[in-house]
């Protein structure tokens, strides 16, 4: 009897709670019915829910991403669908660089001697080398418009700026206003030009104009040796040129690792026609007339501001970096302040009005090199995709150290994360011993297999905790393989957590398992 009492109560209690679960279900759903319902009234009183103002990777990015979660857009592109990227950067650099890389392979008679191939006298077009980069690069932003509109993005061929009220966007060509709950500007950057250089894209240009290859120059000055310069300089060599950089502070190359700085010199530097000024400014640029006239570059020393040297030279290259392209945003009718340009964010990619003031514009985002966290293509994508998460309700923070850039040199470099000397200040400051380990490309079977053993992987890691810090890779391949570090920290993997991971043999992920292994005592075979 009490058997059969104790069955009647837990199934009444059962009853009960199914009944407890249907009624919360269905007022999760009804809950989750009223707030779409109160944000689709909201939305309605709106043009669109987000309107983005340029299109390049971080616009189109967050366009789509857009779209996937339901937002009602339009992006305003400035007849310049890509941006830099596709079509005065990424894109069409790399296609030189695929060309250059090949045409310096096959010029190189003993290294193809080492694979038993001896070839002929090596010739290129040079009309048709610069075809491939313009073509590559007219695909890639025709697929990235069909994809905008496949997507149901409406794409407005014109410039737009905000104006003294929220949520309104003027499309510039026609005067026309939209309104949106939130904007996102995502204008980019263009290239900076210092003072007393003048480039008139013909004989003194920019990356803009150098992507055009519109004559091969006997002997070209590159100003500035950062990634720009120095693809432009692999570039420029291989199809036979002389090079100078010019260089302002006391070493070529000054961003990159130093230990990775050193061997890039190494291999990229001093085997090849180029030779360098440092801790000079070319103070006065004047353009020339290809096969007529030199172009002259006064340089001065960049302490004392005392002229030094002037050259003449069949072409000048400026790759001194680049500056937010914010002017004709409305962003002073808005009320914005900008930092040399830069439109100031927090985390979450919000437009706050000044620097010092952290309260951020309501429903206005800005993204990618305007806000000048991190000037590269992949970033802007990250920003794009984030503040749209942030837009539809889940909280998102770029994590701009686990973000990895590369120079797509022949070997290439790339990195993520910490250099050593940042590694040994944080390390100081914090109280922990850093650890580095290295591996090598001469001991690695693929890399050896392509008779491209120069290069080395370096890892650095905190001690005590494992915590990988930063990975610089110098070598073939370094831009693909970097990927691995890049997740690997995003993830939270410690370096014993990777030195414990598969590898696939034979590949060049080996020279990163020998690294990682190295960091915990283990050895690689």
């Known amino acids: 009897m009490h058997s059969a009492r104790a069955t009647s109560l837990l199934i009444f209690s059962s009853c009960i709670l199914n009944t407890f679960s249907y009624l919360s ?3 999760q759903v009804r809950s989750r019915q009223f707030r779409s319902f109160l944000l689709q009234a909201e939305a309605s009183t709106f043009d669109y829910d987000l309107i983005i103002v340029g299109c390049g990777v971080g616009g189109h990015g967050a366009a789509l991403h857009a779209r996937a979660n339901g937002l009602k857009t339009a992006v305003l592109t400035g007849n310049d669908v890509g941006g830099t990227c596709v079509n005065r950067g990424c894109v069409p650099s790399k296609a030189l660089l695929a060309a250059a890389g090949r045409i310096r392979e096959m010029k190189d008679s003993h290294h193809l001697k080492s694979f038993g191939i001896t070839l002929g006298d090596v010739t290129f077009d040079r009309s048709a080398v610069a075809n491939h980069a313009s073509q590559l690069a007219n695909r890639v932003k025709v697929n990235l418009e069909s994809s905008l509109k496949s997507q149901g993005v409406d794409v407005i ?9 929220l949520h309104e966007v003027k499309v510039v060509s026609t005067g026309k206003i939209l309104t949106a709950k939130n904007i996102i500007l995502a204008p980019g950057s263009i290239p900076f030009v210092p003072r007393g250089i003048q480039a008139d894209e013909k004989t003194v240009f920019t990356s803009d104009g150098g992507l055009k290859l519109e004559f091969v120059p006997q002997y070209v000055a590159i100003i500035g040796s950062g990634y720009i310069g120095l693809e432009f300089s692999d570039v420029y060599t291989a199809l036979g040129s002389e090079v100078t950089f010019i ?8 961003t990159f690792d ?8 190494r291999l990229l530097i001093k085997p090849r026609a180029i030779d360098s000024r440092v801790g000079v400014f070319a103070s006065e640029v004047t353009p020339g007339i290809p096969g007529v006239k030199p172009v002259t570059i006064k340089m001065i020393d960049a302490k004392t501001k005392e002229h030094v040297e002037t050259l003449e030279v069949d072409a000048c290259l400026v790759a001194t970096g680049r500056v937010p392209n914010t002017l004709g945003l409305g962003l002073e009718a808005a009320g914005i302040e900008t930092d040399r ?11 706050v009005r000044k620097k010092d003031d952290p309260a951020a514009v309501q429903g206005l985002y800005c993204i990618g090199d305007a806000n000048g966290k991190y000037m590269l293509a992949h970033a802007a994508s990250a920003q794009g995709i984030s503040a749209v998460e942030n837009i539809v309700g889940r909280p998102h923070v770029v994590n701009h150290n686990h973000i990895p850039a590369a120079c797509f040199t022949h070997p290439e470099i790339a990195f993520v994360g910490l250099s050593e000397e940042q590694v040994k200040a944080k390390a100081a400051q914090e109280g922990f011993q850093y650890g580095k380990s290295i591996g090598h490309f001469r001991a690695n079977s693929k890399a050896l297999a392509e008779n ?8 650095l890691y905190n001690k ?9 890779i110098i070598g073939i391949h370094a831009a693909d393989l970097i990927q691995e570090c890049a997740n690997a ?11 414990m991971m598969t590898h696939t043999h034979p590949t060049l992920s080996e020279v990163l398992d020998a690294a990682f292994k190295g960091a915990v005592g283990m050895s690689a075979h």
């Open 25 to 27: 279900f269905h007022s």
């Open 258 to 265: 130093p230990e990775i700085r050193r061997l890039a010199d």
């Open 452 to 459: 491209e053993g120069d290069g080395i992987a370096k890892v």
């Open 489 to 499: 920290m995003a993830a939270g993997s410690t370096v014993r957590q990777l030195a």
């Open 341 to 351: 340009g830069f439109i100031q964010v927090n985390d979450k990619m919000q437009v």
């Open 464 to 472: 005590d905790t494992d915590e990988l810090l930063g990975v610089h």
């Open 157 to 165: 061929e014109s410039k737009g700026s905000v104006t003294d009220k």
């Open 247 to 254: 260089e302002a502070v006391d070493t070529l190359m000054p």
